[in-house]
């Protein structure tokens, strides 16, 4: 069957560090994956897209990687802040009509 | 630029109760979504449309409809509204392989 799986459910870490959070899939083929941040009561925001043939992409403290051989993204938050703290959700895009498949999320804690 | 705009922001109904939720683009999208979330669940695609006058199921269709007069507007409509309903509806909107853009979503209670 098809999966989305997001590393942990939530995710704690200290201000200053580096957040890593994990997407992986099976049974998915995507053209491009997309990472987007949800604040509680509101609608998911776009962080970043990266498409099956690149490996990296990067904005501002924001560093994505895709790798299509392990079936796997990781996202990673530098130098991280209390404001980083939100739910990511990774979302697959097969191409086609742009319809995403969306992970179930994990929920970011930046601790002061 | 409003952006996504959808209505209303909250809704209770009741079992067996019909309802339209409303959501509006102006950024001449062609691509238009619908989404439920519910609790510690990612979005699963309800219909989607690819321009005026077409659209298509997703994920989980069952007890839905949707209709596309207009590049603006994709209303979601519940026939006979089931607890199962219970969730939050978001409309997204995008252009190309590209970010789709969300609106702040409608929370739904059926009782």
């Known amino acids: 069957s098809q999966k989305i799986e997001q590393n942990s459910e939530a995710l704690n870490i200290q201000e200053g560090k580096t957040a890593t959070l994990t997407c992986n899939y099976t049974?998915?083929?995507?053209?491009?994956l997309q990472w987007y941040r949800q604040d509680p009561g509101r609608g998911p925001v776009f962080l970043l897209l990266i498409r099956e043939n690149e490996k990296e992409k990067r904005k501002e403290r924001l560093k994505v990687t895709f790798d299509t051989t392990l079936k796997q993204s990781l996202f990673h938050i530098t130098a991280s802040q209390p404001a980083d703290s939100a739910t990511y959700l990774c979302a697959l895009g097969l191409g086609g009509a742009n319809n995403l498949f969306f992970g179930t999320g994990t929920r970011l804690t930046v601790i002061p | 630029n409003a952006g996504v705009t959808q209505t209303p922001k909250f809704r209770i109904l009741k079992i067996g109760q019909s309802m339209t939720l409303q959501c509006t683009q102006d950024m001449n999208h062609n691509y238009m979504y619908w989404y439920r979330q519910d609790p510690g669940m990612g979005l699963k695609l309800i219909y989607y449309?690819?321009?005026?006058?077409?659209?298509d199921k997703g994920e989980v269709p069952n007890g839905y409809n949707v209709s596309r007069s207009t590049t603006e507007d994709f209303p979601l409509r519940l026939e006979l509204a089931a607890p199962s309903q219970t969730s939050v509806y978001f409309c997204?909107?995008?252009?190309?392989?590209?970010?789709?853009?969300f609106g702040p979503g409608t929370r739904l209670t059926v009782l």
């Open positions: 997204a909107s995008t252009e190309g392989h590209n970010e789709q853009f």
């Open positions: 449309s690819v321009g005026a006058g077409i659209t």
């Open positions: 049974n998915y083929s995507p053209a491009y």
